[in-house]
Structure formats: structure tokens, C-alpha cells
């Protein structure tokens, strides 16, 4: 049985070799340049590291939502062109361009206070976001040619670099990604008619980067897949190749013995059915195990699988063993590699009702991340 090292509660371990395996993999499936998604602290992962273990498996560039996450990683020493894409309004994007953050427009003005922000000795590096379908950020149809048309003015000036043209697909079927693709490609037209011919066009995520092979054009932005989690309900990362990078774990903090119709933890939505052995396990809703995975979120403890028992709180939750003799300090594994023969985080996804993305990346920032090469 393995241990949690002394005076470790819970841990998030992340084999940032699995992140560098996952990356060469996809990229030869792929046959594309990766852009490596970071945002939100690396999926949970920790941003900093992924990046590092990503451009160690031939990723190329760095994706992240905010500039902040991007200038981050650029303090943390990442050299590889990093983008970034979601910004507030007003942003003025100085600190961007004077640490030569790619930005991501999706309208007149964000392309407009970029090049304000650039000289010709300091220009700004953009991938021109177009709206296809999805309806979030991105330049609309109808105002493509004002700002394809500002670009090139820009760029003749020397205060712009266009290097990519882009968007993001919904994944609700392969009709509707084919048709967000042709929206797309009416947009690389028009683009060129403006007179710009970025050497980068990139629309799939991991999900289409997988089973769209259309959507490639030898840039993909992969994300979920960078951390061995797979972006499809009917197959899992293994049959996909991938590895899971992390795995949460916390050492049982306390065993009980109680009689049968014991009431457990908040509400007694759980009473014991016979005498039996309770364990309590250091993890709770504000480290990121969701409540709603209350009584159903599967727990490996000692190599056997159990369930949750009653609420789990915000430090900790129940673990009903039975007569399995159960110590304290032992092993539980909420998530990790089901090859290995634990729980995958997709299980807790379908007991909390929700996605393995969001499982991850709401792991809290209470559980440090132990960095591992696996
Ligand atoms: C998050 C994000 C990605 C990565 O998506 P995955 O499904 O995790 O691969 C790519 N592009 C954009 C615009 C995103 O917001």
C-alpha cells in the first residue's frame, strides 16, 4: 500500500512527464503544430510547469485566456511565443507588448489599443479571432472587412504583426464544426483580399484536434489533452493514448468502528447499515471535490474501490470501509490513472454531473501539487 510522505494531508501529484507523452503523441496523431493551452493555473496542474513539460514534448507555443496568465509564465522564464485571448474592456495591453505577449483580437477596438500600445521598433503580434458559430468573443462577420483592412494598415506601419488567424469550435456535431470551418475559411478569403497572410490558421481544440481531422490546418490548440483527460463522453484517455497527469490523494485521517445506524457527516443522508469501520478523509468542496459528488464519488483506499459516504464537507468527507481493515494514514485515491486501477477523474465528473475539465481545474489551491517525472 503506498503512503502519503509524513505530514502530508492531501496532495495533488502531477507527472509532468505524462504531460510531455501526451504532447508528442498528439502531435504526431495530429501532424500539427501544438499550441499548448495553460489557462487556469495549467488545468490545475500548475501553469508553469506545464508549459515547461509541453515544450519538452515539442510543443511550439503557449495559449492562456488572460494577458496576467501570460505574463506569468513569460516572469517564469517561458520563452516560446505565448497568446493570449480573452481581455476586459479598455485593456491598454503595454505590459503585453513590452514582454512580446501574442494577443488574440476579437474586435476593431482591441486591434486598435494593441497597436497603440506598439512601435514600429516594439510591434504587436496577433491572431485575429473570427466568430463562427460558437458566440462568444471573435470578430463578427459583418465587421471583418473594417478590421482586416485596420490590420494590414497597421501592419504596413510596422506596429502590427498579423501571425494567425483564429477561432473556436462548439463540438455539437460534425455538421455544425464543418459548417463553423467554412464560416472560417470564407474569413481566411476575405483576409486575404485584405491583403494578410498570416502564416498560422488554428480552430480545433483537443476534440476536434482528435476526430476532425479537417479542422487541423497544421495548427491545433490542445488543451484537456495536454493533461491526459479526454474531451469525449465514449472514449476514454487511455483509447486515445493519453495519460492522466494527475492524481489526488490524501492520507486517511482518522478510523472510527461504529454500530450499525450511525448517522455520517452533515444531515445523516447516510446511516450505517451494520457495525462497520468509518474513514475520514482531508478532503473537502473547498479543495475542489464537488458536493454534489455527495454519496456517490468513488474512493480507492488500500487497492478497493468504495463510495462516499453522506455529504462531503468543506474539508473532508466519509468513507464507509466495512470490516476492510483501514489505518490511519493510509492511501485514498480520489482520481487518477484507471490503468493503473484507480478511480478516473471522468468518474467523479458523472457523479458531481458535470465534466472532467471542470474537475481538475477546480482543484483548489489548499492541496499542493507535488511534481513527479512518471
Ligand atoms: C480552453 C481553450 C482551448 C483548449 O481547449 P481544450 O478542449 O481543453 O483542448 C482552446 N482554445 C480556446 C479558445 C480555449 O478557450
Not at 68 to 92: D, K, N, T
Not at 113 to 138: F, M, Q, Y
Not at 309 to 327: E, L, T
Request: net charge neutral.
Amino acid at each position: 500500500m503506498s503512503r502519503l510522505p509524513d505530514g502530508v494531508m492531501r496532495e495533488a501529484r502531477i507527472d509532468v512527464g505524462a504531460i510531455s507523452d501526451n504532447v508528442r503523441h498528439l502531435r504526431r496523431l495530429t501532424d500539427s503544430e501544438i499550441i499548448a493551452v495553460v489557462k487556469a493555473d495549467g488545468y490545475g496542474h500548475g501553469a508553469v510547469r506545464s508549459a515547461f513539460a509541453a515544450l519538452q514534448g515539442g510543443a511550439t507555443r503557449i495559449g492562456v485566456a488572460d494577458v496576467a496568465e501570460a505574463l506569468a509564465l513569460r516572469r517564469a522564464g517561458v520563452l516560446a511565443p505565448i497568446l493570449a485571448w480573452l481581455h476586459p474592456p479598455g485593456a491598454s495591453f503595454a505590459e503585453a507588448v513590452a514582454a512580446e505577449i501574442e494577443l488574440g483580437i476579437s474586435s476593431i477596438d482591441q486591434l486598435l489599443a494593441a497597436g497603440a500600445a506598439a512601435s514600429a521598433d516594439r510591434p504587436v503580434a496577433v491572431h485575429l479571432k473570427i466568430e463562427t458559430g460558437l458566440s462568444r468573443n471573435g470578430i463578427a462577420p459583418q465587421e471583418l472587412r473594417v478590421v482586416f483592412a485596420e490590420a494590414a494598415r497597421l501592419e504596413r506601419l510596422g506596429r502590427v504583426r498579423v501571425v494567425g488567424l483564429f477561432s473556436h469550435l462548439s463540438n455539437t456535431s460534425r455538421e455544425d464544426d464543418l459548417a463553423a470551418l467554412a464560416v472560417f475559411q470564407e474569413g481566411v478569403i476575405a483576409a486575404a483580399a485584405a491583403g494578410l497572410n498570416p502564416p498560422l490558421r488554428h480552430i480545433a481544440a483537443t476534440h476536434a484536434a482528435i476526430s476532425l481531422p479537417e479542422t487541423r490546418m497544421g495548427c491545433v490548440r490542445i488543451g484537456i489533452g495536454l493533461y491526459g483527460v479526454s474531451p469525449f463522453a465514449d472514449r476514454s484517455a487511455a483509447d486515445l493514448g493519453l495519460r492522466p497527469a494527475m492524481t489526488l490523494r490524501a492520507a486517511v485521517a482518522a478510523v472510527r468502528r461504529v454500530p450499525a445506524g450511525t448517522g455520517v457527516s452533515y444531515g445523516y443522508t447516510y446511516r450505517t447499515a451494520a457495525d462497520t469501520t468509518l474513514a475520514l478523509v482531508p478532503l473537502g468542496y473547498a479543495d475542489g471535490v464537488p458536493r454534489q459528488a455527495s454519496s456517490r464519488g468513488p474512493v480507492q483506499i488500500g487497492g478497493r474501490r468504495f463510495t462516499v459516504a453522506g455529504r462531503i464537507a468543506m474539508d473532508q468527507f466519509v468513507v464507509d470501509v466495512g470490516d476492510i481493515p483501514v489505518a490511519v494514514g493510509d492511501e485514498a485515491v480520489l482520481f487518477g490513472d484507471p490503468t493503473l486501477g484507480v478511480p478516473a477523474a471522468s468518474e467523479w465528473a458523472d457523479a458531481a454531473d458535470t465534466i472532467d475539465y471542470d474537475i481538475v481545474t477546480g482543484i483548489g489551491p489548499r492541496v499542493p501539487r507535488r511534481q513527479v517525472t512518471g
